[in-house]
């Protein structure tokens, strides 16, 4: 293509882009940041941000929130979670409670299916550590994060209240629900 | 493991030296947008032969689908294209849908349309800021285009960080509808957004399209014909920059793409400028696409089922289908059979990438080491989609 033109037409075409690119460039360069730079700044999350996973209390018995259900061992996809049941005369606890966080994939799913808001996600990813073995969270361990950190918008019942839809569709398609395996 | 070393397409040249050589390239090559191995067969400066070796970045995704249930696998779905991790999603739960003929609420379809849409933005931001950057120093310094590209990407991941708290791999969607709504001020959020991005086009264009070095990197450079876009059997952009008026949004409408007015796209040249202009018009599309929904978005449900609570609550019937939809790269394909279970018997990807990578042997011999970059780049493959 550029053969059939002279050294100086090619030279002239190769010096005028250069400037049209660098002219742009230089409105970029008077352009405001967009970098946070972050250890020194903190980040700002949504209200949404899916991070750190966590255990609550209850903000008024100050009780454990978590009743040791294992539904959220059973829907985590990569299975990072092991809870054992501790049945007691109220209410049952969890016994143990362990969450494999260098295997979470972040998905909300436990968060999601939990029945009493007991597992939520923190506004947080400051878990940079150098040993693997800090990354297994056991119970205490997550109530200490729970503690820690803002947790983000989404709990199990704000989640499925989101995603319910109104009473009547419900109400017209209870055969289709039943045939399509309503646990 | 042998791995046979003659290239199955070579070009015969006039060549005066008297040895071939044998290279590789990849697979940890910083041009081959991820774990790629070609092997090369030069004659001096130009390729004569180019055998591809994928299979790196293998995670038995399909295999996974059968262990986990239809609760579970999208949020793993968007693994497989992680560049354009909704696209993927999508596929597996219309599959799920159509099989159990589980209706969708307006508004999750529109939502559905709508996080598609930003989603190829970001995917296009990413292909043409890695892909500029591929083809080096040339276009007034390296990686300008790419930090530019990114920075615009960065404001999409924002926007899906809003709507479902994750930036890369979303699980947004869900059997039924969506899992997330749209949060307060989102639509204020993603106009403004949007508009940056619209504006922003302008630059990159006005850097590129006239400059004398991308031009000679890209025109002529990596020339698809028609006969051979249809028997390789390459789909999206790369298609459409070949002459192909086809798009499976508007011929063969799913979700709601039937509710909104957009343009395809058609080049007739088929090398990596066309696959540019192919790319860029889609961009726009997309944004206007996005103004379409954020104007009429009705109010309604966001999943005709209840929010999941246990693992096993979606249960499908016995049967099977194919859902395609077009990702950025493609038609993306999901072959799903379902036996009455929480789990599906066998599910089967039909990834762009994989696909669109099959022209690479016939279309890079002839060209120089230097092109083959440029032409990998304008193919735009995803590596976790190719190997799944």
């Known amino acids: 293509m550029a053969k059939s033109r002279g050294i100086l037409q090619e030279t002239w075409d190769v010096a005028t882009s250069v400037f049209r690119a660098m002219r742009i460039s230089g409105r970029n360069f008077l352009r405001k940041p967009v970098t946070v730079h972050y250890p020194d700044k903190p980040r700002t999350y949504p209200d949404r941000y899916r991070g750190l996973l966590a255990l609550t209390y209850d903000r008024e018995t100050g009780e454990e929130n978590c009743i040791g259900c294992r539904l959220c061992e059973f829907v985590c996809p990569p299975a990072v979670i092991k809870v054992e049941m501790l049945k007691s005369e109220k209410r049952n606890y969890a016994k143990t409670f362990s969450l494999e966080l260098y295997a979470c994939e972040f998905c909300e799913l436990c968060v999601q299916v939990c029945p009493t808001d007991a597992i939520v996600m923190m506004k947080s990813f400051d878990m940079a550590t150098t040993d693997r073995r800090e990354l297994l969270l056991d119970k205490d361990r997550l109530h200490a994060i729970g503690e820690t950190f803002d947790a983000s918008w989404a709990t199990g019942n704000r989640l499925r209240d989101m995603q319910a839809p109104p009473k009547k569709v419900a109400a017209e398609k209870p055969a289709a629900e039943k045939a399509g395996g309503e646990a | ?388």
Not at chain 2, 20 to 48: D, W, Y
Not at chain 2, 139 to 166: M, N, P, S, W
Not at chain 2, 186 to 210: G, V
Not at chain 2, 232 to 255: E, H, N
């Open chain 2, 1 to 388: 493991m042998a791995t046979d070393l003659t290239p199955r397409v070579t070009t015969e040249l006039d060549y005066a030296g008297a040895e071939r050589l044998t290279m590789n390239m990849g697979p940890q090559h910083p041009s081959a947008h991820g774990v790629f191995r070609a092997i090369l067969t030069l004659e001096g400066e130009t390729v004569v032969g180019v055998d591809a070796v994928i299979g790196y970045l293998h995670r038995c995704h399909e295999k996974l689908a059968e262990t986990l249930a239809y609760v579970q696998y999208p949020s793993i779905a968007s693994k497989t294209d992680y560049v354009a991790a909704m696209t993927s999603e999508l596929a597996y739960v219309m599959a799920a849908e159509r099989i159990a003929k589980i209706e969708v609420p307006k508004r999750a379809e529109h939502l559905r349309v709508l996080v598609a849409e930003l989603q190829r933005v970001a995917s296009h931001c990413l292909w043409l800021g890695t892909w500029c950057m591929d083809m080096g120093g040339a276009l007034g310094g390296g990686a300008t285009i790419f930090l530019y590209c990114i920075r615009e990407r960065e404001l999409v991941l924002d926007l899906f960080e809003k709507l479902t708290g994750a930036r890369l791999l979303y699980g947004f969607h869900q059997v039924g509808g969506v899992r997330y709504d749209m949060p307060e001020g989102f639509a204020a959020d993603c106009r403004q957004t949007i508009d940056l991005i619209e504006a922003r086009l302008l630059e990159y264009e006005a850097m590129l399209e006239d400059n004398t070095f991308f031009l000679m990197r890209t025109k002529g450079v990596g020339v698809i014909s028609r006969q051979l876009a249809e028997e390789v059997g390459i789909s999206g952009p790369l298609l459409r920059a070949s002459g192909v008026d086809f798009d499976l949004r508007r011929d063969a409408p799913y979700s709601s793409y039937q509710d909104f007015q957009f343009k395809v796209p058609v080049e007739t040249d088929g090398d990596c400028l066309a696959r540019y202009r192919v790319r860029m018009v889609e961009f726009r599309e997309s944004i206007r696409i996005v103004r379409q929904i954020l104007d009429g978005l009705p109010e309604g449900p966001i999943s005709s089922r209840p929010g999941v609570k246990a693992v096993a609550q979606v249960r499908v019937p016995k049967g099977e289908t194919y859902t395609r939809v077009e990702g950025p790269r493609g038609e993306v394909g999901c072959y799903l059979i379902a036996d009455g279970g929480p789990k599906p018997y066998r599910m089967k990807w039909r990834g762009a990438s994989f696909s669109n990578l099959a022209v690479l042997p016939f279309i890079i011999p002839g060209h120089s080491v230097a092109d083959v970059v440029a032409i990998m780049g304008s193919v735009d493959p995803v590596f976790g989609e190719v190997d799944r």
